[in-house]
C-alpha cells in the first residue's frame, strides 16, 4: 500500500499523523512542563516548554507534604491488586465449571452471568452504599473492593477462553489422578494465563480510574484511591499555584502511563476488552 | 458377545453415572462462590435499586414508604432530570461521531504506510489509559480563561479567547472535547483489528474492476467490508459516554446554570448529595434503561458479526 501512494501522499501521512499525535500528547507534555516550572511561570501566556528556573524539587516536595500522595498509591496498589485477585478467584473455577462440566444449572448459571454483562456498575451502587454504611465498614478497604468481587465480564471472557482449550487435557488430567478442584488451579490456571494477562490490565486499570464509587464510599484522605486522591490534592490549592498540583498529577498519572509504555500491546489487547464489556 | 465383554459394561455403568454425579458436584462448588456473589453483590442490588426506585426512602431514614410511580412522575416533571438527559444526550451525540471519525481517519493513515506506526499507535492510545480524572485537572489549566495554553493559541490564531468551563454555551463542548480526546484512541485500536481482517485480495480485485484512486477503493472495500466493525465501536463508543461522570464532577459539577448536568451526576446529587436514596434510584433506573437499549443493540452486531466470520 505504500508504493501506490507516493512520496506525496507518505508526507501528507507523517503531517497529519504527527499533528495528530501532538494533539494526543500535548496534555501529558503539558503535565510535566508544568510541574517543573515556578507559579510565576505558570501563570503568564508566555509559551515555554522548559522553565527559565527550574522549581521540580519544590513542587514535588510540597505535593508529597500536602497530601499523602504515597498513601493514594499504596491503597491503588492494594486495592486493584486485591480486587483482580479476588475476582480470579470467583471467576476461575465457574468459568472452568461452565465451559468444561456438565451439571444441570450450566445454562441458567450461563443465562444470568449475559445478563449481569448488561448492567452497569453504578447501578447498584445505591444499595451497595447502604449495605456498607449498615455493616460499619464506609471509608475502609474492604468498601472499596467487595462491590468489585464479582466480574461477570470475568467469568465470561474466562469461559470463552477455556472452551478453546481441547478436553484431552482434561481427560490426561483425571486419568493422573487429578481431582477437579486441583485441575482448575494446576492446569487451567496456568493455560488461561494470556486471558487473564488481558482482563487483568483491564481490571487494573478500571480501579486505579475509577472516581465514582470512591468518591462515594471515602470519607478520609488516607482512604482515597489516586482518581479520588488527585482531587484532594485538587482541593488544597489556593489561588493559582499550579506547580505542586501538576507534581501530584504527574505522580498519580505515571504508574499507568509507565506500564503502558512498557507493555503496549498487552495494554491495547486488554483495554480493547471493552469492546465485549461495554 | 460372551461374558467376558458383558461384564466391563456392567461395571462401568454405575461408575459412569457415578462419575457424572461427581462431575455435576464438583461444578456446583466450584461455582458456588460466583453464584452467591452474583446473587448478593450483583443481581439484588439491581432488583434493591428498582424497588427503592417506587418508595420514598432517605438515607438514614427509619421508615420508607411505597409510593408506586411517585418518583416517575416527579421526574417527568423535573426541569433538571430533562436537562441532564438531553445534555446526556448532546454529549453522547458529539463524541460519538467525533470520536468514531477520528478514530476511522487515525486507522485508516496508520494502516496506509509502514513507517511510524508503533509510534502513532502509542501515540494515540495513551488517554486511553490515563487516569482521566488527573489529566482533568490538566485539560482544566490548559482551558484556563486568561493563561491556558489553548486560549494563547487561540489568540495566536487572531481569536478571543473563551472561559470554556465557565460559559455555558461551551462548557458541555469543551467537556465533550476531553471526551473525544479520551476516546479516540480505543475506537482507534479497534477500526485497525477491522482494517486488518480485510483481505489484501479484494483490493487487487477491485482494482482490476478499476476502482484505483484511494477514494473509490475506499468507498467500494474498505467502508463496505469495515461496517461490522464500525457499527460495533459506535454502540460501544455511545455507551461509554453515555456515562459521562468524571469530567463533569470535577471541573463544572452540572454548571453554569446546569449546562453540563449529566444523568450519572444528577443521580449522584439526588442519591448522595441529597440523600433521596428512592429518586437517585429512579434516575439509576432510566440510566439503565438506556444502557440497556444500546447494550442489547451491541449483542445483536456482535451475534452477526459470529455468523459473518
Not at chain 1, 78 to 87: D, E, G, Y
Amino acid at each position: 500500500m505504500t508504493a501506490r501512494g507516493g512520496f506525496a501522499f507518505s508526507i501528507f501521512r507523517h503531517v497529519v499523523l504527527a499533528a495528530g499525535a501532538v494533539v494526543m500528547i500535548a496534555p501529558f507534555i503539558w503535565l510535566l512542563s508544568l510541574s517543573v516550572k515556578p507559579a510565576d511561570e505558570i501563570f503568564t501566556t508566555d509559551l515555554r516548554l522548559l522553565p527559565l528556573r527550574w522549581d521540580a524539587g519544590r513542587n514535588y516536595a510540597e505535593a508529597f507534604a500536602k497530601v499523602p500522595l504515597h498513601r493514594y498509591l499504596l491503597n491503588g496498589a492494594i486495592v486493584t491488586a486485591t480486587i483482580f485477585t479476588l475476582q480470579v478467584l470467583v471467576a476461575l473455577p465457574a468459568a472452568y465449571a461452565l465451559a468444561k462440566l456438565r451439571f444441570g444449572l450450566a445454562q441458567p448459571l450461563f443465562a444470568l452471568v449475559l445478563l449481569g454483562l448488561l448492567i452497569p456498575g453504578h447501578v447498584p451502587a445505591i444499595p451497595h452504599y447502604v449495605m456498607l454504611s449498615s455493616a460499619g465498614l464506609l471509608n475502609s478497604y474492604p468498601a472499596l473492593i467487595l462491590p468489585s468481587v464479582i466480574s461477570v465480564f470475568g467469568i465470561f471472557w474466562i469461559r470463552q477462553f477455556f472452551k478453546t482449550i481441547p478436553d484431552d487435557l482434561i481427560h490426561a488430567a483425571r486419568l493422573d489422578g487429578l481431582s477437579e478442584f486441583s485441575i482448575v488451579w494446576r492446569i487451567m490456571l496456568p493455560a488461561a494465563a494470556p486471558a487473564l494477562t488481558a482482563f487483568g490490565i483491564l481490571s487494573v486499570v478500571f480501579h486505579w480510574n475509577d472516581y465514582f464509587w470512591p468518591l462515594l464510599v471515602v470519607t478520609s484522605p488516607d482512604m482515597a484511591m489516586p482518581a479520588l486522591g488527585t482531587v484532594y490534592l485538587r482541593n488544597t490549592e489556593a489561588g493559582t499555584d499550579y506547580g505542586p498540583l501538576m507534581a501530584g498529577t504527574a505522580i498519580i498519572t505515571a504508574p499507568l502511563v509507565i506500564a503502558f509504555l512498557l507493555a503496549q500491546r498487552r495494554f491495547i489487547e486488554g483495554m480493547t476488552l471493552t469492546g465485549l464489556k461495554g | 458377545m460372551t461374558a467376558t465383554t458383558a461384564l466391563p459394561v456392567a461395571i462401568e455403568r454405575p461408575s459412569r453415572s457415578t462419575q457424572a454425579r461427581a462431575e455435576a458436584f464438583a461444578a456446583y462448588v466450584l461455582s458456588a462462590p460466583a453464584i452467591v456473589c452474583l446473587f448478593g453483590i450483583l443481581l439484588l442490588p439491581t432488583l434493591a435499586t428498582f424497588v427503592l426506585s417506587f418508595t420514598d426512602w432517605q438515607f438514614g431514614a427509619p421508615t420508607l414508604r411505597w409510593i408506586g410511580l411517585d418518583n416517575y412522575a416527579h421526574l417527568a416533571n423535573d426541569r433538571v432530570f430533562w436537562k441532564s438527559l438531553s445534555n446526556t444526550v448532546l454529549y453522547v451525540l458529539v463524541v460519538v461521531p467525533a470520536s468514531v471519525l477520528l478514530g476511522l481517519g487515525a486507522a485508516l493513515l496508520i494502516e496506509a504506510g509502514t513507517s511510524g506506526r508503533a509510534f502513532y499507535r502509542a501515540a494515540f492510545f495513551l488517554p486511553v489509559t490515563a487516569t482521566l480524572i488527573a489529566m482533568a485537572t490538566v485539560w482544566e489549566i490548559m482551558l484556563h480563561p486568561s493563561v491556558g495554553l489553548i486560549n494563547v493559541l487561540i489568540e495566536a490564531l487572531g481569536f478571543s479567547k473563551q472561559n470554556w468551563l465557565k460559559d455555558p454555551d461551551l462548557a458541555l463542548f469543551a467537556l465533550a472535547g476531553i471526551g473525544v480526546w479520551q476516546a479516540l484512541g480505543l475506537n482507534m485500536v479497534l477500526l485497525l483489528a477491522g482494517l486488518k481482517s480485510i483481505p489484501r485480495d479484494l483490493y487487487e480485485a477491485a482494482a482490476i474492476d478499476g476502482a484505483d484512486g484511494p477514494w473509490t477503493r475506499f468507498l467500494t472495500v474498505t467502508l463496505p467490508m469495515l461496517g461490522p466493525a464500525l457499527s460495533f465501536v459506535l454502540i460501544i463508543s455511545a455507551i461509554r459516554s453515555f456515562q459521562v461522570f468524571d469530567t463533569v464532577a470535577v471541573l463544572t459539577e452540572g454548571g453554569p446554570n446546569k449546562a453540563t448536568e449529566v444523568l450519572l451526576y444528577t443521580m449522584y446529587q439526588e442519591g448522595f448529595g441529597f440523600f433521596r436514596a428512592g429518586y437517585g434510584a429512579a434516575i439509576t433506573v432510566v440510566f439503565l434503561l438506556f444502557v440497556l437499549v444500546l447494550t442489547l443493540v451491541k449483542a445483536r452486531l456482535a451475534e452477526k458479526r459470529v455468523h459473518y466470520s
